[in-house]
């Protein structure tokens, strides 16, 4: 075997999703079971973004728009960029992987926070790329410690606010100051605001508002959250024209399918969707958070659509859990051991939880 594959993959392993939803819920004979262990949108999708599919369905047949065009206009419009600085993935899982693919090579080194959210540290692996890890401080990015560790070798930095699986932020002053701090000939900086539409902070960064005085940022966003379409896989990345230049040249050529493209566009004209998710994460993330800490339990402060919670004993919290009706995560699986990681559910989800506890 080692003849025939690149070495790199014996450090690797599969990535394990968990059994799909449906296959689970008939195991447990709960066709009730509620998923709260992928972050995913408790209203489901937009509307308008279904009736956008329902009518695009019969024009399957036809390759997309390998460029997203509408889209990416429609995104340049929204965020005052130039539609060259957008490029549309398939899901910004997809995105990591161009960024790895175009920029790291052996020697390389990337500079990542961890605990992580997966796929950084698969894709700079993969490419060949040393990740140097940047311990969080307790819940927090150490911006002071990740600073420390840019070396002249470091192509990147992969940062993550709001934090998966931390669920903290980074404030925009010490961001700016980072930024700042590396100067001229700075490494790229990876910015994941996967779930930026959770922020209530004022002081979380934005790292689109940054993208101006900082060419070598990439900021990476997605549809899957606020959306609610994780299941179409469409996440987008904003950054210099450039930058958007050299990672077109490592993309499929057509990576993001028809319904996902209508989809998402629909679901950025969708304001009402948009609004009632975040009043519900917000309203419900308070109400899950103020039960937890009548019933004892800790977790930090989320600016997030979940909360990473300190428990006693995880893994038998959980299959508790699971039996009742309620997936969670497990937070070993994810750099946490005694933590369970719990995405906002609906009013009566998180009331039948907190009963459970
Ligand atoms: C931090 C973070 N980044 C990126 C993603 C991937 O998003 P997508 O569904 O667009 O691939 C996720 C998904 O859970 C995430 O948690």
Known sequence: MSRLWRSVLDRLSVYDAGPPLEALADELGRPDLVRLSANENPLGPSPRAVAAINREV???????????T???AALARRHGLDPNQLLIGNGADELIALIAAAAFEAGDEVVVPEPAFEPYTISA???GARVVSSPLAGYDTDLADVRRKVTARTKAVILCSPHNPATTIIRRGPLRAFLEGL???SPLVVLDEAYIDFCDDPDHAD??????RHPRLIVLRTFSKIAGLAGLRVGYTAASAETIDRLNRVRAPYNVNRLGQVAALAALADAEHTEK?????????????AGLTKRGYTFPPSQANFLLVRVLDAPALRTRLMREGILVRDGADLGFPSHLRIAIGTHATNEKLLALL
């Open 277 to 289: 998710t975040r009043r519900l994460v917000l309203e419900e993330r308070a109400f899950l958070g």
């Open 125 to 127: 692996t993969l490419a």
């Open 58 to 68: 019969g024009r399957i047949h036809l390759y997309p728009d390998g460029g997203s």
């Open 70 to 72: 509408a889209l990416r």
């Open 207 to 212: 790292g689109i508002a940054l993208l101006g």
């Open 183 to 185: 100067g001229e000939d």
